[in-house]
């Protein structure tokens, strides 16, 4: 089998090769006892939620199974180290956060490869309180505090501060992961999930914020991502490709199906999860189109293309985050995805 470079656009290992793996094993599976699937670990990138809902979906309702795959999901959290695991080759697949941390990867030349974008935009968001003349985006460029992580400080506000002149390093306040100081202060802004920290201000603050959308803004890359290792994706492309096309399915069959046990399952993983979040957050997700839209209206949940990337790419150069010069087309391949799987 003649392995190739990850170039956007072109497989890593020839399409006839894995058509022809993928039919044999998925026509094999309906006859495979349960102990002859193949065994795969992903990781997450936090504590269990909704967010996470499609991968939870497709070990609930036997997706997985039926691509001839035993998944187990290895939840994130604020201890957890599952990037590091796949490196150490602990785990198979990992949900990266944003293609910031595979352009990051590229520069300190870490053999990782995204192979699927769930989510077509980034939950971030910044959110301010209603009735305090905060129409538009760029009005938060008149506000004294933005309470940011520093994470965020570093990539999405350097973006803002290229894209759109005025807004200043003066208003950074670092973000605790409380919403108290934000509630006690009404001219101030706070970043956060849109799926997430707009539910805790209602909650605790009883009303509902004003939410920007960054990704509704231009800032342009995908996020909850499944990433790889390269010599596994080119020495196990047709495994990658069943754990794509099932994660898929999954996706879709949580955002429109019944998808009570996979959120049984989260809240077995996550005891403080609960049923209110998960509702809010599976609302905020089809309402802002994580998930569904962009290139995903064309080529299903998981599309990438290379336009997109690069976009992204040229934005993170622009804003200073990043080093001109690097190859983007090394941090993705759209070999796996892009073709309508699970599309009615």
């Given at each position: 089998?003649?392995?190739?470079?990850?170039?956007?656009g072109?497989?890593?290992?020839?399409?006839?090769?894995?058509?022809?793996?993928?039919?044999?094993?998925?026509?094999?599976?309906?006859?495979?006892?349960?102990?002859?699937?193949?065994k795969?670990?992903?990781?997450?990138?936090?504590?269990?939620?909704?967010?996470?809902?499609?991968?939870?979906?497709?070990?609930?309702?036997?997706?997985?199974?039926?691509?001839?795959?035993?998944?187990?999901?290895?939840?994130?959290?604020?201890?957890?180290?599952?990037?590091?695991?796949?490196?150490?080759?602990?785990?198979d697949?990992?949900?990266a956060?944003?293609?910031?941390?595979?352009?990051?990867?590229?520069?300190?030349?870490?053999?990782?490869?995204?192979?699927?974008?769930?989510?077509?935009?980034?939950?971030?968001?910044?959110m301010?309180?209603?009735?305090?003349?905060?129409?538009?985006?760029?009005?938060?460029?008149?506000?004294?505090?933005?309470?940011?992580?520093?994470?965020?400080?570093?990539?999405?506000?350097?973006?803002?501060?290229?894209?759109?002149?005025?807004?200043?390093?003066?208003?950074?306040?670092?973000?605790?992961?409380?919403?108290?100081?934000?509630?006690?202060?009404?001219?101030?802004?706070?970043q956060?999930?849109?799926?997430?920290?707009?539910?805790?201000?209602?909650?605790?603050?009883?009303?509902?914020?004003?939410?920007?959308?960054?990704?509704?803004?231009?800032?342009?890359?995908?996020s909850?991502?499944?990433?790889?290792?390269?010599?596994?994706?080119?020495?196990?492309?047709?495994?990658?490709?069943?754990?794509?096309?099932?994660?898929?399915?999954?996706?879709?069959?949580?955002?429109?199906?019944?998808?009570?046990?996979?959120?049984?399952?989260?809240?077995?993983?996550?005891?403080?999860?609960?049923?209110?979040?998960?509702?809010?957050?599976?609302?905020?997700?089809?309402?802002?189109?994580?998930?569904?839209?962009?290139?995903?209206?064309?080529?299903?949940?998981?599309?990438?293309?290379?336009?997109?990337?690069?976009?992204?790419?040229?934005?993170?150069?622009?804003?200073?985050?990043?080093?001109?010069?690097?190859?983007?087309?090394?941090?993705?391949?759209?070999?796996?995805?892009?073709?309508?799987?699970?599309?009615?």
């Amino acid at each position: 089998m003649k392995l190739l470079k990850p170039v956007s656009g072109q497989p890593l290992v020839s399409k006839p090769v894995i058509a022809a793996l993928i039919s044999a094993v998925v026509t094999a599976g309906m006859a495979m006892p349960a102990l002859a699937l193949d065994k795969v670990k992903f990781g997450t990138n936090w504590l269990a939620e909704p967010e996470h809902g499609g991968y939870y979906q497709a070990v609930a309702d036997g997706t997985y199974a039926k691509y001839g795959l035993d998944v187990t999901i290895v939840p994130g959290g604020p201890q957890a180290a599952n990037r590091q695991l796949l490196l150490a080759d602990q785990i198979d697949f990992y949900m990266a956060g944003d293609l910031l941390g595979s352009l990051s990867a590229l520069e300190q030349d870490i053999p990782v490869v995204e192979v699927a974008a769930i989510f077509q935009k980034d939950p971030q968001m910044l959110m301010a309180h209603p009735d305090t003349g905060i129409e538009k985006f760029t009005d938060l460029i008149k506000v004294p505090s933005i309470f940011m992580g520093k994470d965020g400080y570093a990539s999405y506000f350097q973006w803002m501060k290229a894209a759109f002149p005025g807004f200043s390093d003066a208003q950074y306040k670092p973000y605790t992961f409380n919403v108290a100081p934000f509630l006690a202060d009404k001219n101030s802004v706070q970043q956060g999930y849109v799926t997430s920290e707009p539910f805790a201000v209602e909650t605790q603050g009883g009303f509902k914020p004003k939410i920007f959308l960054l990704a509704d803004q231009g800032w342009g890359t995908y996020s909850t991502l499944i990433e790889a290792k390269l010599p596994f994706v080119q020495q196990k492309p047709e495994l990658v490709q069943r754990f794509v096309d099932a994660s898929i399915i999954g996706w879709y069959n949580y955002l429109h199906g019944d998808n009570k046990a996979a959120n049984e399952a989260i809240k077995k993983d996550n005891p403080d999860m609960t049923d209110e979040q998960i509702a809010f957050s599976l609302k905020t997700m089809k309402e802002f189109g994580l998930v569904e839209s962009g290139d995903a209206l064309k080529g299903g949940i998981g599309c990438m293309t290379d336009e997109h990337v690069k976009t992204f790419y040229d934005q993170m150069v622009t804003a200073g985050v990043i080093k001109a010069g690097g190859d983007y087309k090394k941090v993705f391949t759209s070999q796996f995805v892009c073709k309508g799987v699970g599309m009615k």
